[in-house]
């Protein structure tokens, strides 16, 4: 049952907007993934490499939340891409018992997505032989502090 209901003269509402859905650049690049997954020709996107680097000095009061990782080279889409691919590498909460404090996910709490902790820096650009994910540089699965100890 809908509770979509009609006063007055004007159209009928359907309870649908006018958006069209996958027209994003996040649907989009998320769709490219799925298709270059299920493909042969798996590596041919055009990437560019970054270098995430610490900018915040190491007595920052931020460095409380998010681990430094030091430098980290990744090949991505953009910057934003790059911050996203160094991201993921850390563990997320879901992959073990404890739970986030304003979401769904640890990943947004990630020092690499706070542009006062890391900067991207663009060392190459346009390049079809390397695939997507970090190419230099380690980032610790030690994000998540247990909250009793062992």
């Known amino acids: ?25 996040e649907s989009q690049a998320q769709m ?3 298709a ?9 996107e055009t990437l560019n490499i970054y270098r995430l680097e610490p900018i915040a ?10 681990p430094n990782h030091g430098a980290v080279v990744v090949a991505a889409r953009t910057p934003g891409d790059a911050r996203i691919v160094a991201a993921a590498r850390e563990l997320d909460f879901m992959e073990v018992d404890a739970a986030p404090a304003e979401d769904v996910t640890t990943s947004n709490a990630s020092a690499f997505r ?8 663009e060392i190459d650009r346009n390049r079809r032989d390397i695939r997507r994910g970090i190419l230099d540089g380690t980032v610790s699965v030690g994000t998540i502090r247990p909250v009793e100890p062992d």
């Open 32 to 34: 490219q993934d799925a």
């Open 1 to 25: 049952m809908s509770n979509v209901s009609r006063t007055g003269k004007e159209e009928i509402n359907n309870a649908t907007s006018p958006t069209s859905f996958g027209k994003s650049v």
């Open 57 to 66: 000095a190491p007595d920052d009061p931020r460095w409380d939340n998010a």
């Open 36 to 44: 270059a997954e299920a493909s042969p020709d798996a590596g041919s």
């Open 114 to 121: 706070d542009d006062k902790l890391y900067t991207v820096i």
